[in-house]
């Protein structure tokens, strides 16, 4: 497979999300070259590009919506400037569970860009369409966000070949996909070929084959297999913090994961410790209102009732539901979960016994 044109880079910007960039020869990639040349643009795409990769997604917001103001007030027009910037904040809003704001900018896109004139081979088209899909995939559209990961695949292989590392974030989350519908052969099937070409293509400690292991380890999981699930999840949290550190999003989705395998095999107090650290990190790094840290709530309310403690679960879980109506809304199937977990442990509020933690919704990210 040839590699495609300098002038449309493909740029990873972590595990599911994919950024646009334009770079031109001899110019750091990311840089919008016309404000880069003039000086003029106070923030820099690679500037908003770290502070995603660390996790401070907040940040990122305020610094990428100032630069499309600038952009903006001194009328930027092109496609090559305003499209990056306009898939980087639909992918930020999406990563804080602003699923409007992030549709609004991924319809501007598809809706104002002149695609014909500046993706003649439908390559950025391709990776707007792979982050819709994530962004449907995540509010539980399966049926908006399916056909879009085929269009994006059947776009991106043939340019850039089977084994590039952004075509195989696409197949990691169609894999995702699958898993999410309730297709758990399928999912693991699809992350184990991942896993290997991951393996192959990047070498056994880059973050990418880590997200693979965790992926598998999740799913291993859900079927039981909890010794392989342990040994899998232990390794992506070891990538990770390898990788970034120990304050950031991949690593407090490990620990999470973690802490419901070690809840899963009776360990409850090394579940706490890892539950609470994923929920420090979220909290640090989000602030205390987010979907994700709706589902730590949700799991530490699931193991407070774990370790017959009826009042701190529930306490848990009030707080849980309140940000997911308010995060997710209150028709998401996550949310709807978590009311179930309140309607199962208000049957007994004085005491556990007799009943399962096997009846309770718990979330692996």
Known sequence: MGHHPVSKILILLGSSVIWLGCSQPNMPTGLFPSLQAQSLAPISMEEINQLF???QYPEAIEKAEALLEHQETNGATDDSQLMPLLNMLGIL??????WEVAEGYYERLLNESNWEASDPDGFQQAVVSHNLAELYREQAKYEQAEPLYAEALDTLMPLLGDMDRNVLVVRNNQA?????????EQAARLHQGIAQ?????????????????????????RQGQLDQSAELAQQAYDV?????????????????????IYQDQGNLEAAATALETALEIRQQLWGANHPLIAHLLNNLGTLAYAQNDMSQAQEYLDQALSMAQETLGEDHPNTQKIQENQQVISVSPESSEGLSTADLHVFGQ
């Open 93 to 98: 809003h999406k990563a804080m569970g602003n």
């Open 197 to 221: 070409d991951r393996e192959a293509a990047l070498g056994p400690e880059h973050s990418d084959v880590g997200t693979s292991w965790y992926n598998l380890a999740s799913i291993y999981r």
């Open 53 to 55: 990769r660390a996790g």
């Open 240 to 260: 990770k913090v390898n990788a970034y550190g120990d304050n950031h999003p991949d690593v407090a989705s490990s620990l999470n994961l973690l802490g419901l």
């Open 176 to 184: 995702e996909f699958y898993r999410d519908i309730g297709d758990l």
